[in-house]
């Protein structure tokens, strides 16, 4: 089953109205003292119904939990729609400047701070999930993917594990770059991270920029299952058959 709400982020977009979603195995019906490990997702409104999403197609996970019976909660909101570069700048974890973009502004940091300390501590005491860090996931999509990566680092004692699919790390490749090297994380840190291999052209030498950041990770003891996705676009609809794939790893050997 599926709950959806209004809600403002004060701290990131003033006043305006967002959709907030959780989705709870249908288990719960059976077994009301049951508890799930959660999966937070960025860009909510295109996560579970066609109707909400921006380009009139979702990633399709409802359709994808419930036929799957995959017994786990996700709890994801709406992005920002101001048309001033506001997802751009609330899912950047850093200042950058790009073509077609111009100046934009990183509070991804900001997001991420209100999503810790004042979503996830909602979600955990109004639905039944298992709160620890073993059982906390994050994922997302182009920038909520660079949002996953960081989220997977910079809280590292929040998030075990994270899917980042088609991410944007074409945005502010030195101080990426500097931020992995920086980080300290769980020997059990997995994230799974795709791009599809038709938008590899879209940013020049995106082919050796996601090998880097895959080679780098690695380094750092993340535990990286990497992929280029056969004839995969920049679109929800082929994320969304990209979900049997990064599921398989967020519960690989999960206890």
């Not at 639905?127 to 906390?136: G, I, K, S, V």
Request: net charge negative.
């Amino acid at each position: 089953m599926l709950e959806v709400w209004k809600m403002t982020i004060p701290e990131l977009s003033g006043e305006e109205e967002r959709r907030a979603y959780v989705y709870i195995p249908n288990s719960i019906r059976k077994e009301p003292d049951r508890r799930y490990p959660v999966l937070y997702m960025f860009d909510g409104h295109n996560v579970f119904y066609d109707s909400h999403a921006t380009y009139g197609t979702s990633w399709g996970m409802k359709r994808y939990m419930d036929r799957s019976k995959t017994q786990m909660i996700i709890a994801a909101v709406e992005c920002t729609h101001d048309p001033d570069n506001g997802r751009l700048s609330e899912y950047s974890p850093f200042d950058f400047e790009a073509g077609g973009f111009g100046k934009v502004e990183g509070r991804g940091r900001e997001t991420m701070e209100w999503m810790v300390n004042c979503f996830k501590p909602f979600v955990d005491e109004n639905f039944p999930t298992l709160p620890q860090r073993e059982n906390t996931f994050i994922a997302g999509s182009s920038m909520g993917g660079l949002m996953s990566v960081y989220a997977l680092l910079e809280y590292n004692e929040v998030f075990s594990r994270a899917a980042a699919l088609s991410p944007s790390l074409w945005i502010a490749r030195g101080a990426m770059e500097r931020m992995i090297a920086g980080a300290s994380v769980a020997p059990d840190t997995v994230l799974y991270m795709d791009y599809g291999q038709r938008e590899l052209g879209n940013h020049r030498g995106m082919r050796g920029k996601f090998a880097r950041a895959t080679a780098r990770l690695m380094d750092k003891g993340v535990l990286v299952d990497s992929r280029i996705v056969p004839a995969g676009e920049h679109c929800e609809a082929s994320w969304e058959r990209q979900i049997p794939f990064f599921m398989n790893t967020l519960l690989y050997h999960f206890d």
